[in-house]
């Protein structure tokens, strides 16, 4: 396997992955978190980008976000309205523009309060944040993404996964207070749960973005030991491998990716 297709399928392996677990009671710290999210929530930001891009949509597609848009201003039942906002996050991620997805995707949050709620949220955000093409766009999702994956983290502190997206998100869009948050709660997660493949895998995957090639190799092998069959795993081990000068076990690696 030449570079450039080692590099392509490390391209391809990097999204985070979609929580879907709920909780119905409010941990005592999401009062704290809740706060600070919306000190930081500018909804004129997503009225600009929907002024901005309205007009560009077909008349059939313009006419379902209005239809929905005047459902929700007519509804005075708040399930109803979270699920207007629903069909509103899906068409707009259908449109291709997630940060509306994202935006929609918070007004369920706030309705329904659950994980689940958040952590979908988080990872419509975390999706615009990865596609964003201007900087200001990109930490508004980034921003976004973090403040709804805290909130998913405060009402069910005990699921791996939402801690995870958290700490991948803080990884990838470090504030600038604490550059190292997310590293830091990574680490800490592998830790406490050394044979959560995730975490080994996210671990293993930012080694490599930074050149630590020896410590990616060492997650990347647990993690293989522990799911032999995670491709995401496979498809990063050739990465690492052929970087430390061990080609026959990039090329073996770089086989089993293509399987």
């Given amino acids: ?152 983290v405060s009402l069910d502190p005990n699921n791996l996964d939402n801690r995870l997206n958290l700490a991948v998100t803080l990884a990838e869009f470090p504030p600038e207070n604490n550059p190292m948050s997310g590293i830091t709660q990574l680490i800490e997660l592998n830790r406490q749960n050394p044979d959560y493949v995730p975490a080994l895998y996210n671990l293993g995957r930012l080694a490599i973005q930074t050149g630590q090639y020896q410590r990616a190799i060492e997650r990347l092998e647990r993690a293989f030991e522990l799911e032999p069959d995670n491709q995401r795993v496979v498809c990063l081990m050739p990465i690492a491998y052929s970087q430390l000068g061990e080609n026959e076990k990039a090329q073996r690696f770089a086989e089993l990716c293509e399987q």
């Fill in 1 to 152: 396997m030449n570079t450039k297709r080692i590099i392509l399928i490390f391209a391809a392996v990097v999204a985070v992955a979609v929580i879907y677990f709920g909780c119905e009671k409010k941990d005592p710290s999401f009062k704290e978190t809740e706060s600070n999210r919306a000190l930081s929530f500018q909804p004129t930001d997503f009225i600009n980008i929907k002024r901005a891009v309205i007009l560009d949509l077909s008349s059939e597609r313009r006419n379902t976000i209005e239809s929905l848009e005047f459902a929700i201003e007519q509804s005075q039942d708040e399930m109803e309205m979270a699920e207007y906002h629903k069909q509103l996050s899906s068409n707009w991620m259908q449109f291709g523009i997630p940060s509306l997805a994202g935006y929609h995707a918070e007004r369920v949050a706030e309705f329904e309060m659950t994980a689940e709620a958040w952590s979908i949220a988080g990872s419509t955000y975390s999706i615009c944040m990865q596609r964003a093409e201007s900087e200001s766009r990109k930490t508004l999702c980034g921003n976004r993404a973090v403040a709804s994956f805290e909130n998913a």
